[in-house]
T-cell receptor
Framework: DTEVTQTPKHLVMGMTNKKSLKCEQH?????MYWYKQKAKKPPELMFV???????INESVPSRFSPECPNSSLLNLHLHALQPEDSALYLC????????????FGEGSWLTVV | DQQVKQNSPSLSVQEGRISILNCDYT??????FLWYKKYPAEGPTFLIS?????DKNEDGRFTVFLNKSAKHLSLHIVPSQPGDSAVYFC???????????FGPGTRLSVLP
């Protein structure tokens, strides 16, 4: 089973709302990622969690707040977003170690109005 | 400055023929490369990988070639099928798979 599950698939939120994106994997992977993808652009790395600790934060604005409650779950808390934050948010996971593939979820489409 | 480049935004190939998708990179520290396929409204799907200690990796209809001196890799799909029509992303990492940088993608259309 190489499945990464993301919810919700679609989210529309106002600029004053607080919402969360959720991601779950049961492959025993100890690295989990959030990527952002705008239309016709490649995925861009936002955060990496390794063994439930934040290891990479690619200078992401504080209105995006990641959380890794346990080794299977990864959340992305959203607050006071801007319309330009509208994008596809992709969660991914991989085993730790050399040469491991990252597996992506189907993504959460976020629209900020 | 793009570290991973896919200079062909799109490619059209006849069904049954070979599709060749190219990827160039600038960072000589990259040591692990992946190809992903992406359909609209879906997340990227892993296709095939190659590490810098190899120059070729094959999996069914998919073969990836790596030329380290030229900082170039290519994905060959043979024979191409209409279901292969998608956007293909090349991704590279300099730490064997922790922080991937994606290319801009190439849209492949396989014509029946």
């Amino acid at each position: 089973d190489t499945e990464v599950t993301q919810t919700p698939k679609h989210l529309v939120m106002g600029m004053t709302n607080k919402k969360s994106l959720k991601c779950e994997q049961h492959m025993g992977h100890r690295a989990m990622y959030w990527y952002k993808q705008k239309a016709k652009k490649p995925p861009e790395l936002m955060f990496v969690y390794s063994y439930e600790k934040l290891s990479i934060n690619e200078s992401v604005p504080s209105r995006f707040s990641p959380e890794c409650p346990n080794s299977s779950l990864l959340n992305l808390h959203l607050h006071a977003l801007q319309p330009e934050d509208s994008a596809l948010y992709l969660c991914a996971s991989s085993a730790r170690g050399l040469g491991n593939t990252i597996y992506f979820g189907e993504g959460s489409w976020l629209t900020v109005v | 400055d793009q570290q991973v480049k896919q200079n062909s935004p799109s490619l059209s190939v006849q069904e049954g023929r070979i599709s060749i998708l190219n990827c160039d990179y600038t960072n000589s520290m990259f040591d692990y490369f992946l190809w992903y396929k992406k359909y609209p409204a879906e997340g990227p799907t892993f296709l095939i990988s190659i590490s810098s200690i190899k120059d070729k990796n094959e999996d069914g209809r998919f073969t990836v070639f790596l030329n380290k001196s030229a900082k170039h890799l290519s994905l060959h799909i043979v024979p191409s099928q209409p279901g292969d029509s998608a956007v293909y992303f090349c991704a590279a990492s300099e730490d064997y798979g922790q922080n991937f940088v994606f290319g801009p993608g190439t849209r492949l259309s396989v014509l029946p």
